[in-house]
Structures are given as structure tokens and as C-alpha cells.
């Protein structure tokens, strides 16, 4: 019998190995839900590779030749090595690991609360706590508040935001349903790094922001927020960006008439091809963003 040089197939040496548990073509061909005849050309393809027979034909069934039994144990112990070999692989491999340069605020806000769902079990979120603009050659990507007028990577804006005052609901209650800014200036405006919010807000209700002694200012906005919740005054809710409190009734919006930002929150990446864990990682980032702001 002639030798091929033609490596047979991993369905043809399982054919010959269902052939060999089930004793006859017929019985391998139904265990693989394959046709007779595929069982038949599939061992002959594996008898020409080896250069000789691997069954005697007996009646109605087959059983291996001397060869074919050598060769059988061969092909047995090779597909046990490639079988714990992916396994061993499947279980070691770890997640690749994205580092992301972000404000603390919007790590305790936003970044946390969906870290599942940009993780889930292909990626690893490091993340670079800082108020600063990280370098691109320290991190995948930087996350940047502001207007978008950066010019050290390829910048790409994340949900619009707009403002609505809130309070905690011992606040609200007493305040009622969307309240006059007039009302609203009696008690203490609680500020975040950013000082236009509240003049934006009042300006758009007739009215003009003097600082006061009264009024509060935090450098992180999710210290605004807690301090607002613990009734030391009215913040400004960057909605969706501040939802996880109202979601969790800590504050109440107080107008249903909300004022668009002059800012948002952008992500920075380096020019260039990027690892396929950053471009999940952006593609993840994109989905939930969107979905928040539909939400919002």
C-alpha cells in the first residue's frame, strides 16, 4: 500500500477511533451522525497517510490489524496530549490588563459601579487614581473631564451632561415639587472642583451666583453628593453621572427642568494601532455610556 504525505485529519483519525469502540463503519458512522460511506473514505485516508491497512474486515463488522492497533495507542495518546494541553492552557490563561488613568470621583461613581460589566472575564481594569492628565505612555487611556480640547491622543467624548439641583429627601420634602431658585438659595450650595455649575444653573433662572459664606466646596463631586445627601445643602446632580444616588433614594432631583453642561467626560488614547484589550475595553466603555445617557 502506498504512503501519503498528507497529514489525515482530526475527523478522520476519530473516525478510525469510533470505528475501533463500535467494531463495524456502521456503528462508528451513527455514533458521529456521519454518513457510512464519510466513515469509509475518512479510514482511508488515514490508511494511506500510514502507508497500511488498520482494519481486517470480518462479516458485518472491523477489527484493527496488528498496524492499526500501533497506530491507534499512537493517535489515543496524542489527542490525550492535545486535550490537557488546551486545558491546562483554558485554565492559566489570564485576563489582559487595561490601565486607565481616571479622577477618584468618577471611579467611585461611575467606573466602579459597571466594573463587571466592562471586565467580564476576558479584561482587567487597573486603574490610575489621579487629578492630574496622566501621560499616554503611562496608561491605555485617560479619562479627562473638561471640553475636549486636548491634543496628546485621539480624544473621544462619553455622555452629555446636564444639571439638576438635589438634596436629601428631608430637604426635598420641605422644599416641594420643583422649587424656585429663590427657594432654592436659602440654603447652602455645595460646590465641586468646578465653579461654574451653580452660575450656569442660576443664570439660566434669572439669577446671578455671588459666592456666599454659607455655601460649601469640595474638591471631588462625589464628596458634593455625600455631603448634600447628609443634608448640608443643595448640589448639583450631573446627570447620569451622579444617578447611583437618586437610584438609591440618597438625594432627590428638585426640578424636572434640567440645564445642559458646558462640560463632559472624554477618553484620551494614544495615536496609533491599539491592543485588542483597549479597542474591548473602548467598544464596552461606548455601550454603557450610551446606555446611560438613554437612560438619563
Not at 472624554?266 to 467598544?283: D, H
Request: hydrophobic share 40%.
Amino acid at each position: 500500500m502506498n504512503h501519503s504525505s498528507i497529514l489525515p485529519s482530526l475527523d478522520a483519525l476519530q473516525a478510525v477511533l469510533a470505528a475501533n469502540r463500535t467494531g463495524s463503519f456502521s456503528s462508528a458512522a451513527e455514533e458521529l451522525d456521519i454518513t457510512h460511506g464519510a466513515i469509509s473514505r475518512r479510514v482511508a485516508s488515514v490508511e494511506a497517510w500510514a502507508g497500511t491497512p488498520l482494519f481486517d474486515r470480518h462479516g458485518r463488522g472491523v477489527r484493527l490489524t496488528i498496524e492499526g492497533q500501533r497506530l491507534v495507542r499512537l493517535f489515543e495518546q496524542a489527542l490525550d496530549l492535545l486535550d490537557s494541553g488546551a486545558a491546562d492552557w483554558r485554565e492559566n490563561r489570564q485576563p489582559e490588563t487595561v490601565r486607565i488613568s481616571v479622577l477618584p470621583s468618577f471611579a467611585r461613581l461611575w467606573l466602579l459601579p459597571n466594573l463587571a460589566a466592562l471586565e467580564q472575564t476576558d479584561l482587567r481594569i487597573e486603574m490610575e487614581l489621579d487629578r492630574r492628565f496622566a501621560q499616554l505612555n503611562e496608561v491605555d487611556i485617560a479619562v479627562r473631564y473638561g471640553r475636549g480640547e486636548w491634543s496628546d491622543g485621539v480624544v473621544s467624548p462619553l455622555f452629555d451632561e446636564v444639571f439638576i439641583p438635589a438634596a436629601a429627601p428631608e430637604i426635598a420634602e420641605r422644599l416641594g415639587d420643583n422649587p424656585s431658585a429663590a427657594a432654592i438659595l436659602r440654603y447652602p450650595l455645595i460646590h465641586d472642583a468646578y465653579p461654574d455649575s451653580w452660575r450656569i444653573w442660576l443664570g439660566e433662572r434669572g439669577h446671578r451666583y455671588r459666592p456666599r459664606v454659607q455655601d460649601r466646596r469640595f474638591p471631588d463631586y462625589d464628596l458634593c453628593l455625600h455631603a448634600a445627601a447628609a443634608g448640608g445643602g443643595i448640589a448639583l446632580l450631573r446627570m447620569p453621572y451622579g444617578e447611583i444616588f437618586v437610584r438609591e433614594g440618597r438625594l432627590i432631583p428638585l426640578s424636572n427642568e434640567p440645564v445642559s453642561s458646558l462640560l463632559r467626560f472624554y477618553t484620551i488614547t494614544g495615536r496609533g494601532p491599539k491592543r485588542q484589550a483597549v479597542q474591548l475595553f473602548m467598544e464596552r466603555l461606548t455601550a454603557l455610556s450610551l446606555k446611560n445617557a438613554g437612560g438619563s
